[in-house]
């Protein structure tokens, strides 16, 4: 089993910035990737952006250039740097941890961005 905390939410004015921070508990050994993903208020978890086990980086569109996702495999934790920062990115954003036949997710953290 594997636990996933997520931190760093909370209210930002537009143009402004948060780090999201995931920390992983438990069985932790053979991640295949991290990854994050925002579900807005009445619509489906889409993904934000991802990090695979070698380093390799992926995010939507809409983020690309923004947000910035990294690990550190020392302290078991992914975050999300977020900047410049629009309405629209908010959500409840949710870390995702991936394995060859497991996936876990964390409880969610709320970001809300508003003037």
């Known amino acids: 089993q594997v636990q996933l905390v997520e931190s760093g939410g909370g209210l930002v004015p537009p143009g402004g910035s948060l780090r999201l921070s995931c920390i992983a508990s438990g069985s932790t050994r053979g991640i295949h990737s991290l990854a994050w993903y925002r579900q807005a208020p009445g619509k489906q978890r889409d993904l934000v952006a991802r990090i695979v086990n070698d380093g390799e980086t992926d995010y939507a569109d809409s983020v690309r250039g923004r947000f910035t996702i990294s690990r550190d495999y020392a302290k078991k934790a992914v975050y999300l740097q977020m900047d410049s920062l629009k309405p629209e990115d908010t959500g409840v954003y949710y870390c995702?941890?991936?394995?060859?036949?497991?996936?876990?997710w964390g409880q969610g953290t709320q970001v809300t961005v508003s003037s």
């Open positions: 995702k941890l991936v394995k060859p036949l497991e996936a876990y």
